[in-house]
């Protein structure tokens, strides 16, 4: 049974890096037949999509977030991790860690973690 | 890199029909089979309904149905039930830098 679990800082300060890890249980993340994606939601409204990777190294972002923008994969740990540079308000968010299938990082994400609600805030 | 459109509320009686539409570009829904359908509850993680554009995910029930026409998607939900009172979120590929995008959202409610 494939379980996502997402953890980091609840609060981040304006202009810091929100760092966040998702670790993978019950199945290998070094498969490539699945991208791990990252997708965040603002209180009250839709789905943003963050990016997505693959074990192999491709990696697809937002256009509007890929300058600060950075994943990663840790084979050891089971686990995948985010990093957004220079966060505003704007950031705030409840993130959420996906598994999916499809062209690109796209498309049948059938695995989503909880989710994690960062607030930015001084 | 714009959101794709849906009607931001729906609402129907228990046992009746509703349809919630999708409508994108020829850059995603209209050239690509790559169209899924999401419901979530408030608190909760989106949960995958239908995937490209007609799938079902074991366990999904059929009540739920996809179809495309043109650049627009839609979800059927038949037999409506009080559990269907959720937010439903559409999704395709594009073939743009932006690669996956989200609809802009659709509460329904059952009456």
């Known amino acids: 049974q494939l379980q996502l679990q997402e953890s980091g800082p609840g609060l981040v300060k304006p202009s810091e890096t929100l760092s966040l890890n998702c670790s993978v249980s019950?199945?290998?993340?070094?498969?490539?037949?699945?991208?791990w994606a990252w997708i965040r939601q603002p209180p009250g409204k839709g789905l943003e999509w963050i990016g997505s990777m693959y074990y192999s190294g491709s990696k697809f972002f937002n256009p509007s977030l890929k300058t600060r923008v950075t994943t990663s994969v840790d084979t050891s740990q089971n686990q995948i991790s985010l990093k957004l540079t220079s966060v505003t308000a704007a950031d705030t968010a409840v993130y959420y860690c996906?598994?999916?299938?499809?062209?690109?990082?796209?498309?049948?994400?059938?695995?989503w973690g909880q989710g994690v609600l960062v607030t930015v805030s001084s | 890199q714009s959101a794709l459109t849906q009607p931001a509320s729906v609402s129907g009686s228990p046992g009746q029909s509703i349809t919630i539409s999708c409508t994108g570009t020829?850059?995603?829904?209209?050239?690509?089979?790559?169209v899924s359908w999401y419901q979530q509850h408030a608190g909760q993680p989106p949960k995958l309904l239908i995937y490209d554009v007609t799938d079902r995910p074991s366990g999904v029930s059929a009540r739920f149905s996809g179809s495309k026409s043109g650049n627009t998607a839609s979800l059927t939900i038949s037999g409506l039930q009080a559990e269907d009172e959720a937010d439903y979120y559409c999704?395709?590929?594009?073939?743009?830098?932006?690669?996956?995008?989200f609809g802009t959202g659709t509460t329904v409610t059952v009456l």
């Open positions: 019950g199945v290998s993340i070094t498969s490539d037949d699945y991208y």
């Open positions: 020829n850059s995603d829904i209209g050239g690509y089979d790559y």
């Open positions: 996906a598994r999916g299938s499809g062209p690109s990082g796209s498309g049948k994400t059938d695995n």
């Open positions: 999704s395709s590929y594009r073939s743009s830098s932006t690669r996956y995008v």
